[in-house]
């Protein structure tokens, strides 16, 4: 007899449910299976021992990451997805800012930022070639690169010691009638003076975009408020490389509570086109074929339309699904980044009269990336950093030191186009020749910190 069509279509269904059912076990089997690898072979630790090998960063994960990571896996969408939106709202959410966007890089938020500011939606306001933009040579380069990738003058100000940002006090004196933007980093997550930086730009009407890649989770005081770096000015971006504040491997993000900056942004982060709908996805607005644009024909497919030259910078979902579980832990990694940094001041009191020790600036309250000295007068910073490193400390220099001394500025200095320097770069040429610095990530632990300490007073002695 043949099946009636009602029972043929039960049958289908009941084997549709018990495949998806079967999936579903072999899912959770596989993911169970992670865990248990990871917390065997990933998350045992030995303990410290002395002149063992110190990095000045590194990951922190459990098996939540390694679990999310296959998970993206084994759902195979690769792509921008599930977890990229449930890491945008969440960085967005513990931010307390409207918008994020997930890139694939610090670098290419950095871009993304600026390049946003270049937009002719933005009217009178928009960056164009040989405005110029007030930054510092004394910190990493692709706070700059942008500036001058698009055709416009990154004016040089110098910074301050112990602190490391830019001074403030000359700000008014590097302003031109070009002047259109401020573009400057958190240095090493030392907020710098945001409420003068902030007033600067509102009383001449300037962008203010915050490099918040070395400062994610620092907080600064402005109008009575504790606010989050990164969220005072017009946009802000991070880095989720594996020895920032949190990591997804490769990975970064764009923020911002203007809505037309953050529709600029997502646009050019997907490749410029005008069009809204997330990967996937085709004809939210309900008008994909309706509508004119620019000098194409009627009705011309809205998904590819372009109102700006982008580029594709979005992160994968796999990427995305490390960075979700590491943003559940992350304000434990910042506290104990606070202490890690307040153990290492207190077991360094007393080396003053070698070293100029960090401070932080008023009114800050930061989630520091790393412990940056200064040797003073008499103090060879080089021999220094050779006995720290030979004792198994690992250490780095800020960044570039001075920028403009690069051999990438070679062109530019003997041309003596595309860049100015405003006043002297004193202390930055300083901190190129005499300052250091080692890590407080939160993998580090408290015998690790003093030992770290005892290697740095040992070494000011050499």
Known sequence: MFENRE???????????????????DRLHILELVADYCKKYHEKKEPFREGQRIPYASRVYDSREMVNLVDSAL?????????????????????GTEYCSLVNSGSSANLTAFMALTSPLLGERRICRGDEVITVAAGFPTTVTPIIQYGAVPVFVDVTIPQYNIDVTRL???LSEKTKAVM????????????AVRDFCVRHGLWLVEDNCDALGSRYEIDGEMKFTGTV???GTSSFYPPHHMTMGEGGAVYTGNPLLHKIIRSLRDWGRDCVCPSGCDNLCGHRFDRQYGELPLGYDHKYVYSHFGYNLKATDLQAAVGCAQLEKFPSFVERRKHNFARLKAALSGTE???????????ADPSWFGFLITCREGVDRNRVVQYVEEKGVQTRMLFAGNLIKHPCFDEMRRDGKGYRVSGTLENTDRIMRDSFWVGVYPGMTDEMIDYMARILREACKK
Do not use: V
């Open 7 to 25: 029972e043929k279509t039960e049958k289908i269904f009941d084997k549709a449910s018990d495949t998806n059912m079967d999936k579903e076990q």
């Open 172 to 174: 008014e004196a590097a």
């Open 184 to 195: 400057i980093a958190h240095t090493l997550g030392n907020p710098f003076d945001l409420k």
């Open 233 to 235: 000015g017009d946009i």
């Open 75 to 95: 759902e195979f969408w690769l792509t921008s997805g599930r977890y990229t939106e449930q890491f945008e709202k969440g960085l967005a959410k513990y931010l």
């Open 353 to 363: 009269d070698s070293y100029i020790l960090p401070a932080a600036c008023e009114g």
